[in-house]
C-alpha cells in the first residue's frame, strides 16, 4: 500500500537507474537506464539470461544496495532520502525478501526461522500472537506441524516454502523474490511458483519476481525482460 | 536492535560457537587472573609494610641534623646533646593544621646512660656502654601490656611515695629515685617499651655473636615484667655537667610500633625530667622530634610539606622508599598482565575476524530481515562483551584461589618472621570490579575490528554470491 498522501500510485518507482561495478577501463554497467513502476497488487516476473544484471536489479529494489544512479521511490517515499536506519525498518516491516539459495538459519528450528524478523521490529512485540502466526504461516505454506524441525531435515522445496513463510510473517506489502524455484526440480518449482499465484490472488501482494525460468514469468500479470541490463521488452501476461 | 533480540543472539551464538569463545575466553581469563594476583599481592604486601611495618598515617618529623663531630663533642663534654630542637611553637603551628590529627612531641635523652640487665631472659645480663632511649607521651602507646605507662615519680605529687636515700630502703621492685638536691622516694620502675626492630637485630646479630639464645617476639612478650638497670647520667662518653649520676630501675611493660627502633621508650614526663637535670632547663622545653597523626592517609605528603615550612623533615623515609619500590614492582607485574590481556585481545580479534567472515551469509540475510549496520556491529560486541566478562569473572576466582594456596605455602613453607602476615593478598572489590572492566575493554578492543567489518557487509554482494 502506498503512503497516502504522497500522491503515488506506485509501490515501486524506479527512474533511469544504473549500477557500474569497478571504475575506469574496468569498469562494468550491471544495469543500464532501467525504469519500471509496480503497482499495488501487481505480480511482475523480471526475466533474462544470467548475469543480465536481474538480480542487481532487484537487490537495488529491495534497498539492500545504495550504491547506484537514478531514483528510486517506494511506497512514494524517496529512497535516496532516507539513512541505513529507515531502509532497514522499511525492509523489515513492509518488504519480504525469498532468495534462490533459501538463506535459511541451520541453527534453529523451523519455527524460529519463520520469526527471525521479529528480531529487528523496534517496538516491543506480541510474541505469543506471533509464535501463532508463525504457526498459521507453516501451516498455509504447507508445512504445518513441523515448527520444531531443523531446516536441515526439510527438502529444497520445503526450505523455499519455510523462507516464504519467514517473508511474509510480518505481512510486507510488497515480496521480492530473486530466482525463488532456481534451485528445485520442475515440479517442486511448479508447487512454489503455485503458491505465489495462490498468495498474490488471496491477500493481494505486490510481487516482483527476478527469474529465468518461463512457468513463473508466465504465472506473474506482467513481465520485463532484460539483456545485458537494459530493459528490451516489457508485456503484459 | 531491542536488548532482548541482543540477548537472544548472543545466547545462540555461545551454544554454536562455544569451543572458538571458550578458547578466546581462556587468554582473557588468564590475562584477568594474573593482573588480579599481582595486584592482590601487592596490595597484601603493601598493607603490611605501610600498615604495620612502616605505617603511613603517621610521620616523625624531625630538625635537620647539626654537625656530627660538634654533637659528640658537646655529649662527651657533658653538656648534653646540641642537636637542633622542635620549639613548642613548631608544634603548635602543627596542631593547627587541618591535615593533622594529633602530635606527639617526642624527647631524646640529653645526656649519657648505659644499661643492665636481661638475665631472666637470656640466662645471663646483657651490658651496653651506651644506652638509646627517647621519651614520648603515653597517649601515642595507648594499652601496651598490664603496666601503666607513666612517670612513676607523678604518684608522688600527692606525697603518697614513700621517702628513702637508698634503693635498700625500699621494697622491691621499687627503687629509689633521687635526683640531684632533692629528697628520693620509693617508686615502681620506669615503665618503658621496646620495638619489634630490636628483636630482628638481637636475633640475626648480638645473639649469634655472643651466644645468646634468640628471643623472638613470643619470647619478647615474657620479658614483660623484666627489670633491668640504667645508669644515667655518665657513661663511656663521659658524664654529665650537672645531676647526680646514678642507678634507675627501668621494666618493660610492652611491645610498640611507637617505640624507638634501637633503644628503649619512656614516658615523656621522665625523660624531660633527666633531661633538665642533666642538661638544664632548656632540654626539657623543645623536642628532638614529633610523631604528627596524619587525619587522613593520602595527606601525609601535605603534613610533610608544612613541615618542610618549619624547617622540619621525616625522620624516616622508608615508609615513602618502600611505598615507591613497590609501586614500580607492582606497575611492572601488572603490565605483564597487560600484555597477556593485549595478546588475548588480538586472539579475539582473530576469532571474531573469522566469525565474520563465516556469517556474511547470515549478516546479510539480517539486514535483508530489518537489521541496521549498527545492530550488527552492536551484536558481535556484545558477543565479546559477554565472552570478556566471562572470563574476567573466571579470573578473578582462579587468582583467588591461587591466592588462597600461596597463603597456605606461606603459613606453611615461610619461617616466621616479624610482621608475619596471615594473608599477603588484599582484594578490594575495587580491584575485582576493575579487572572485570579491563576484560571487558580488552575483549571489546580486540572485537572492534571485526564488528565494524560486520556492520560493513554489503548484503546485496553476499547474498548474491552465494545464490
Known sequence: ?237 | MRLSSLRKLVLRDLVRVRGALVTSGFGIMAGTAALVFFLALGLGVRTVLLGEVFPIDQVELEPPKGSSFGQLASFALGGGSSAPRIELDDIEKLEASPYVAAVYPKLQFSFPASARGGKQLLGRDLNTGEMIADGIDPELVGDVGELPFRDPLAACDDGGCQTCTSTKECTAPQYCEAPQNEKGFCVDPVPAVVSRYIIELFDKSIAPAHGYPQIGEKLLERAEGMIFKMWIGESYLGQAKTGTPRWVHTRVVGISDRAIDIGITLPIDTVRRWNVEFSGAKAGEAYSSVMVQVAEKDKVGQVVELADELGLKPKDTRARDVSVLLSGVMGLLALVAGIILLVSASNIAYTFRVLVNDRRREIALYRALGATGGDMMKWLLALALTVGMAGGAVGVLVAWLLSLGADRMGATKLPDFPFKPDTFFDFPPWLMLGALAFAALFSLLGALGPARRAGKVDPAAALASLQ
Open chain 1, 1 to 237: 500500500m502506498v503512503d497516502p498522501g504522497s500522491g503515488e500510485a506506485s509501490v515501486v518507482r524506479a527512474t533511469e537507474i544504473v549500477k557500474r561495478y569497478g571504475d575506469g577501463k574496468a569498469t562494468k554497467v550491471a544495469v543500464d537506464q532501467v525504469s519500471l513502476d509496480v503497482d499495488d497488487g501487481d505480480f511482475l516476473a523480471i526475466v533474462g539470461p544470467s548475469g543480465c544484471g536481474k538480480s542487481t536489479l532487484l537487490g537495488i529494489l529491495g534497498c539492500l544496495d545504495r550504491s547506484f544512479e537514478g531514483s528510486l521511490s517506494l511506497f512514494g517515499r524517496d529512497v535516496r532520502a532516507m539513512n541505513d536506519a529507515q531502509l532497514a525498518g522499511l525492509r523489515g516491516s513492509r518488504i519480504g525478501f525469498v532468495f534462490q539459495a533459501f538463506h535459511l538459519l541451520g541453527h534453529v528450528d523451523a519455527r524460529d526461522n519463520v520469526l527471525a524478523p521479529v528480531l529487528f521490529v523496534r517496538e516491543r512485540p506480541d510474541e505469543k500472537k506471533l509464535r501463532a502466526r508463525a504457526d498459521a504461516l507453516l501451516e498455509e505454506v504447507g508445512l504445518g506441524g513441523r515448527g520444531d524441525d531443523m531446516p536441515s531435515t526439510f527438502s529444497g522445496g520445503e526450505r523455499q516454502r519455510l523462507a516464504v513463510a519467514r517473508a511474509l510473517l510480518l505481512e510486507p506489502e510488497l515480496l521480492l523474490c530473486d530466482e525463488p524455484t532456481g534451485n528445485l526440480d520442475l515440479a517442486t518449482g511448479r508447487s512454489v511458483t503455485e503458491l505465489f499465484l495462490r498468495l498474490h490472488e488471496e491477500r493481494g501482494l505486490t510481487i516482483v519476481a527476478v527469474t529465468h525460468e518461463e512457468q513463473l514469468a508466465e504465472a506473474a500479470s506482467r513481465t520485463i525482460r532484460l539483456s545485458a541490463g537494459r530493459v528490451v521488452d516489457g508485456k503484459e501476461s
